[in-house]
């Protein structure tokens, strides 16, 4: 796994300091940018799993900073802070190709559990589209489609299919499904995966009965999704 690496890209001293503290005790290395052009610098330079990133910063707005990063083909995640906490500012944020964002002030762990999970989003991702077979997800539109179809899922089987849908043909256990679909929730039964992966099944499986099932249980292992 290795450290994980964050850039901190605030020009507030003492805000950026406790940041870096604070992620420093949860073993992550932290950098740090004082102003808009050094942050961009070090985005483009070096890499990182997470970027925490001032939308009010001299010099090169971190709006800005999103979208040159975005345009370099640069997908490393963006946790944007404002200290506005306006809908506007959101959305022109994550228009700009930011991941989330978190308003000022606030609880560090917000900020903690937010940054886990960006760091946990697999990166450069080529299109939104992710498929195998005739099944296909997009992660931007939400739309799931077997055989030209659309399916309707909720939630969490969206976001367990998309998991499958990312490591195709790889066997991912019920562990990893958990902390990757569930994070922090605390209602988590052992068989809750299971339960879950019916739905799943009787959704984009035995809902196209003239299709190859492409939802596999391995025994003792976990489950994985593939052709074959």
Not at 42 to 65: H, K, N, Q, R, W
Not at 66 to 77: G, Y
Not at 155 to 177: M, N, V, W
Not at 208 to 214: S, T, V, Y
């Amino acid at each position: 796994m290795g450290l994980m690496r964050v850039l901190v890209v605030e020009d507030e001293h003492k805000i950026a300091n406790s940041i870096k503290k604070g992620l420093e005790q949860e073993s992550y290395a932290v950098d740090i940018a004082y102003d808009g052009e050094a942050g961009f610098d070090l985005a483009t330079g070096e890499s990182y799993d997470v970027i925490i990133l001032d939308l009010m910063l001299p010099g090169m707005s971190g709006m800005e900073i999103c979208q040159k990063l975005r345009a370099d083909h640069i997908h490393t995640p963006i946790l944007i802070l404002t200290a506005k906490g306006q809908l506007e500012d959101k959305v022109d944020g994550l228009n700009s190709g930011a991941d989330d964002y978190l308003a000022k002030p606030f609880a560090f762990e917000e900020l903690l559990a937010r940054v886990k999970a960006l760091a946990r989003r697999p990166v450069n991702l080529t299109g939104t589209v992710l498929a195998v077979e005739n099944l296909s997800l997009d992660t931007i539109t939400y739309e799931v489609k077997r055989a030209g179809q659309l399916v309707q899922l909720s939630s969490k089987e969206f976001a367990l299919l998309e998991y499958l849908l990312r490591h195709p043909g790889q066997i991912l256990t019920k562990d990893q499904i958990i902390g990757h679909v569930w994070n922090y929730d605390a209602d988590i039964l052992p068989n809750t995966v299971e339960v879950y992966i019916g739905y799943l099944r009787n959704k984009i499986d035995k809902a196209f009965p003239a299709e190859a099932p492409l939802i596999k249980t391995v025994r003792g292992f976990g489950y994985k999704i593939s052709k074959n």
